[in-house]
Antibody, heavy 124, light 110 residues
């Protein structure tokens, strides 16, 4: 059974960096068929995909246009996890952040397992 | 504003059928598979339908999906009070090179 366990602070100051980690059990971040995603949700923006990292003989990343200039998603093979780093945050980045697996069985943009969600508030 | 367009809300009586629409464009729904998610308050979304009309293991056949051109539809038959939730469509957008979602539809079982 795949489980995704999120960790990271729930409060970040404006202009600082939001950092979250998603620990994977039951699968591998180096899977050749899954993809590892970050999605956020807020009342104003709804569900918003932020980006993903995946391994297909080498590492690839895709990022949403809306955050492309300030986002980094990194795999950590030694700990079987992946991370989100969002720089220069503003109150508009306040949301519940989820990590999610892009299915290795269906399409890799079908999210079959999700983390528990982390409410991140951007405020001084 | 979401790339995919869904009605904000739908409602129907227990036992009845309801459909939820999702409208997009050629770069997303028109050329990629659609998926649907169900979300209860305070929980993560759950995959309900993938590849337009397929159900993951454990999803009852009361839930169905279809796609035509640049639109897709989620159908739910035999409505139950426990079906009350928010529903989202999602797919890959080839022009944006990313995943896009609808704005969500709140289902009320009257």
């Amino acid at each position: 059974q795949v489980q995704l366990q999120q960790s990271g602070p729930g409060l970040v100051k404006p202009s600082q960096t939001l950092s979250l980690t998603c620990a994977i059990s039951g699968d591998s971040v180096s899977s050749n068929s899954a993809a590892w995603n970050w999605v956020r949700q807020s009342p104003s923006r709804g569900l918003e995909w932020l980006g993903r990292t995946y391994y297909r003989s080498k590492w690839f990343n895709n990022y949403a246009v809306s955050v492309k200039s300030r986002i980094i998603i990194n795999p950590d093979t030694s700990k079987n996890q992946f991370s989100l780093q969002l720089n220069s945050v503003t109150p508009e980045d306040t949301a519940v952040y989820y990590c999610a697996r892009g299915s290795p069985t269906y399409r890799d943009y079908d999210f079959d397992y999700w983390g528990q969600g982390t409410l991140v508030t951007v405020s001084s | 504003q979401s790339v995919l367009t869904q009605p904000p809300s739908v409602s129907a009586a227990p036992g009845q059928k309801v459909t939820i629409s999702c409208s997009g464009s050629r770069s997303n729904i028109g050329n990629n598979y659609i998926s649907w998610y169900q979300q209860f308050p305070g929980t993560a979304p759950k995959l309900l339908i993938y590849e337009n009309n397929k159900r993951p293991s454990g999803i009852p056949d009361r839930f169905s999906g279809s796609k035509s051109g640049t639109s897709a539809t989620l159908g739910i038959t035999g409505l139950q009070p426990g079906d009350e939730a928010d529903f989202y469509c999602g797919t890959w957008d080839s022009r944006l090179s990313g995943v896009v979602f609808g704005g969500g539809t709140k289902l009320t079982v009257l």
